[in-house]
């Protein structure tokens, strides 16, 4: 909460990339995700009126992998010979 208080939440439409602040819905293995990338709180959950969003930052795998990228744009996270996909639903 504190972390909220702190940053400047800005507007994302769907033309826009992935930066802090924004909130990307993505597909990973057949399931859907609401992710939340900010600065601090990397791996706290938390619910908005039903929803789940896991808080990732940008100094994590996935936040790195999202940073810059777009609705329709596929994030690749290399982790040795393990590769996995996130398909990005929509950014807002």
């Known amino acids: 909460l504190v972390t909220l208080k702190l940053v400047n939440v800005r507007e994302f439409k769907s033309d826009s990339a992935i930066a802090m602040t924004a909130l990307v819905e993505v597909e990973f293995n057949g399931k859907k995700s ?21 808080i990732i ?28 996909e996130y398909e990005i639903l929509r950014v807002f």
């Not at 930052?57 to 996995?84: F, H, I, M, R, W």
């Open 57 to 84: 930052s940008p100094s994590s795998l996935l936040g790195e992998a999202l940073l810059g990228l777009y609705e329709g744009d596929t994030a690749t996270l290399e982790n040795g010979d393990q590769v996995k």
């Open 34 to 54: 609401v992710l939340f990338v900010l600065p601090k709180g990397g791996g706290t959950a938390t619910q908005f009126n039903g929803q789940a969003i896991q």
